[in-house]
């Protein structure tokens, strides 16, 4: 029996970090943000498509997709974030159910999916049991600008783009606030593993 856990979050609200910790304790992390990134590599169905929808202008020049460009173009405009969506989101899931699978045929006890948009796409049918992690908006401003050179302008259309943390905190399971150090978030991790009756190899 393999129990199925949901990460998520909002964009630098710490799941990457979570999901190192989680990794530490010889778990398996499946990470959506990963797939993605191999699901619109150069060949791929998806590449073929985003370009007949976006154009060669988001391309650089070895022809992989610029992800800046594209980025600049989709957290900015609602449309083409849900077209983006559309073509990358099924072979995203069906990647992830695939690892899922294979984990189960493991044996593995515990399966974690990394997924920032679990709730806004409704994904929660993939998971048995939901784990957010949660900053108050002003950190989640503040590390998103840090880690990504963003201007706060264009950091707030990142963080529009998605659910609130402050409505996503109503629907999970358990919840992890990451506003603090290392340290506490370690500690409410262990806290919630144990919980769920999971024993840390
Ligand atoms: C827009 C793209 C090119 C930007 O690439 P970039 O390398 O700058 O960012 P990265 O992929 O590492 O994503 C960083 C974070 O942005 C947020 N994010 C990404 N895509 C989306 C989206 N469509 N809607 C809302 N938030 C998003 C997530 O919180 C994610 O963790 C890329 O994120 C992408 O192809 N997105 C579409 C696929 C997708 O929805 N991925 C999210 C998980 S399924
Ligand atoms: N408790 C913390 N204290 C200080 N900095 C932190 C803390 N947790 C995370 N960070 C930093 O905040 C930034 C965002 O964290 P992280 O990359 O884990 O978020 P994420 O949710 O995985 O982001 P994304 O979904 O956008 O990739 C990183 O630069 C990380 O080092």
Same mark, same amino acid.
């Given at each position: 029996m393999?129990?199925?856990?949901?990460?998520t979050?909002?964009?630098a609200s710490g799941k990457?970090t979570?999901?190192?910790?989680?990794k530490?304790?010889a778990?398996t992390?499946?990470?959506?943000?990963?797939?993605?990134?191999?699901?619109?590599?150069k060949?791929e169905?998806?590449y073929?498509e985003?370009?007949a929808e976006f154009g060669e202008?988001?391309?650089?020049?070895?022809?992989?997709i610029?992800?800046?460009?594209?980025?600049?173009?989709i957290?900015h405009?609602?449309?083409?974030r849900?077209?983006?969506?559309?073509?990358?989101?099924p072979e995203?899931?069906?990647s992830?159910l695939?690892q899922?699978?294979?984990?189960?045929?493991?044996?593995?006890?515990?399966?974690v999916?990394?997924i920032?948009l679990?709730?806004?796409?409704?994904?929660?049918?993939?998971v048995?049991?939901t784990?957010?992690?949660?900053?108050?908006?002003? @950190?989640? /401003?503040q590390r998103? $600008?840090?880690? &990504?050179?963003l %201007?706060?302008?264009?950091?707030?259309?990142?963080i529009s783009?998605?659910?609130?943390?402050s409505?996503? @905190?109503? /629907?999970?399971?358990? $919840?992890i606030? &990451?506003?603090g %150090?290392l340290e506490e978030?370690?500690?409410q991790?262990?806290?919630?593993?144990?919980?769920w009756g999971?024993?840390?190899k």
């Open positions: 393999s129990l199925v856990i949901g990460l979050g909002g964009i990457s979570v999901s190192n910790m989680l530490g304790m778990i992390v499946i990470d959506a943000d990963i797939e993605a990134r191999l699901a619109v590599m060949g169905p998806a073929k985003i370009i202008d988001i391309l650089l020049e070895n022809g992989e610029d992800r800046q460009k594209l980025g600049a173009i957290f405009q609602k449309d083409k849900q077209r983006l969506n559309e073509i990358t989101h995203v899931r069906r992830m695939e899922v699978e294979k984990a189960k045929r493991d044996n593995e006890k515990v399966v999916l990394d920032p679990l709730f806004e796409s409704k994904l929660t049918y993939m048995e049991k784990l957010l992690v949660y900053v108050d908006r002003d @950190i989640q /401003l998103l $600008v840090e880690r &990504n050179s %201007s706060i302008a264009d950091a707030q259309a990142r783009s998605q659910m609130p943390l409505e996503k @905190i109503k /629907l999970a399971d358990a $919840v606030n &990451n506003n %150090s978030t370690k500690h991790l262990l806290k919630v593993l144990d919980n999971i024993k840390q």
